[in-house]
């Protein structure tokens, strides 16, 4: 099992980056994948998850009506667009897969300890 990230840099506030991460080694169509990011001092918290086989997705409080998470399923990959980034929104970003049977849960998972695999993580530093 693989999951790669990439994308991430360094952007002025108010900039654009797009993270992608490049899942192998397992059903993607059977998985959710979450983004989670973490800051330094900070706890590791949830931005985003999206259901591959359904694309149902939900986004934490704090990115809400900026950032949107989409999958392609085609390429065994999900994509993260950051719009009106903030110096707030620093970290490291990591992607995270978790099972996730669209036709028996309800609802994707979105805690940490649902998710298995997990990416090396990329940066993103927001300038203000």
């Known amino acids: 099992v693989q999951l790669v990230e990439s994308g991430g840099g360094l952007v002025q506030a108010g900039g654009s980056l797009r993270l992608s991460c490049a899942a192998s080694?397992?059903?993607?169509?059977?998985?959710?994948i979450g983004w989670f990011r973490q800051a330094p001092g900070k706890e590791r918290e949830g931005v985003a998850w999206i259901g591959n086989s359904n694309s149902r997705a939900y986004y934490g409080d704090s990115v809400k009506g900026r950032f949107t998470i989409s999958s392609d399923n085609a390429k065994n990959t999900v994509y993260l667009q950051m719009n009106s980034l903030k110096p707030e929104d620093t970290a490291v970003y990591y992607c995270?897969?978790?099972?996730?049977?669209?036709?028996?849960?309800?609802?994707?998972?979105?805690?940490?300890?649902?998710?298995?695999?997990w990416g090396q993580g990329t940066q993103v530093t927001v300038s203000s």
């Open positions: 080694g397992f059903t993607f169509a059977d998985h959710a």
């Open positions: 995270a897969a978790g099972l996730y049977l669209a036709g028996l849960w309800s609802s994707v998972p979105t805690r940490e300890d649902e998710y298995d695999y």
